[in-house]
């Protein structure tokens, strides 16, 4: 049923696209049609499901809530609340760390945070929390609060060989106008935090928001910096309040452009 | 006196085994690379004015296609066409080992955000450069300095400006700035 919903919502989309830009828009008939037979079978459906067979073998959602010191029955809507301020961790993480954390301490070799067996856990761990309304409360706690400043410093600073920053093409004022042939998103509308890690139809593969993030860096020329950096947390941290302060719902895997 | 540091020493002692024995210390447990520096490394000075330089020949129409070609490519792997003549696709840097590596050079890709004569596929974040010369030169509402500036560092004029700055930030010279502001304030044919 949700599928149908998602598919409908992106077909909608699809054909929006298609009726109002005319030419404008950089899609052929084949792309449309290619997309369409996707939606019938998000093909991040097969990463999920490997995702959940590498996570079992960390000890399944028991593990994790008691890793979190949260009851199980919390989890999803703890998982719509990331990344968090962990006190044992010591900082304000995503739940890739987490997952990291879990596996060092289980004497387990750590997954690396930019691989793609780390997404595929990632949308497993997210996906539990599908249907939860985003609730990231950026004022729980001085390190969250730092954070989210961290994450808006992050997100205004004109960098790199253009001098753009993420608010250049990111701001309120200019959502919807076109760069090249691509409408700007409303980061808070398009869900970011709730449709992440999803599959990326013109990277053909399974990808993390911090991942997504990387693309738009490279792209507009700005240093592109490492995912789980503090800074790569904290743009997370305040791109998922966009979304929370729009009552948006957990939908993992997405699927996009 | 004695005695208290020994006791201190036991407690300490006590502390660190029994942490060792229920949890062990998760704060380095996972990766969080440093991205301070880079970002440091990354920023740019503050919005400068510029002078169009008396070199700039506005006429020149190699200079014109230059301009044109930085306008309407990405980089120069992206660009089909082969570049016009004063103007690279490739760059060759020196890697920390010494190790030459082709590097694509960068355009100004500002039909994303501008549409003008001939534009593919061109965006509306900014205003449409069509027909500048006849709207804006002949005019007099805008000059050459104008657009020198405003391509050089938009930041002079519009301290908010979504437009990218291509002079201070040092990703183009005062050549291709001079390029672009031939092009821009150049008549153009309808393509």
Redesign the interface.
Known sequence: MKKTLLSLAFLSTMAMLQLNAGE?F?MSDADRAMYKEMLENNPADIYVEEGGELFEKLGDEEALAKFLGVAEKELPKYIAGFPRYVK????V?GLD??L??MQ??QGKE?T??KSGKMFSMLAYVKSLANDEVLNIDVNADEHIKAAYALGEK?FM????????SCN??H?AD?VG?????QP?PDLGEVAVAGTWPAYRMTKSSLRSPQRRFQGCMKNA???V??I??????ALEVYISKLAADKKKKMAIPGLKR | MHTHMKYLAVATLFLSASSALCAADLTKAYDMPDASKMIENDLFPAAKEYTMPKSCNLDDAKAIARGEYIFHNLNGKKAKKPAPEGLVKFIETKDKDGKVKKKAKQYGNCVACHNIEGAKGAGNIGPSLEGYKANFIDTKARDAQFVYQKIADPRVDNPKTHMTVNLTTGLFNEQEICDLTAYVVSDKKKK
């Open positions: 404008q950089a044992k961790l010591g900082n993480v760390q987490v990291q954390a060092v301490e750590k690396k945070l992050t600073t004109a960098r790199g060989g253009r001098g753009l250049s093409c701001s200019i106008q076109v760069l090249r042939t700007l020329l700005l240093k910096i490492p789980g950096s503090k800074e790569m947390v």
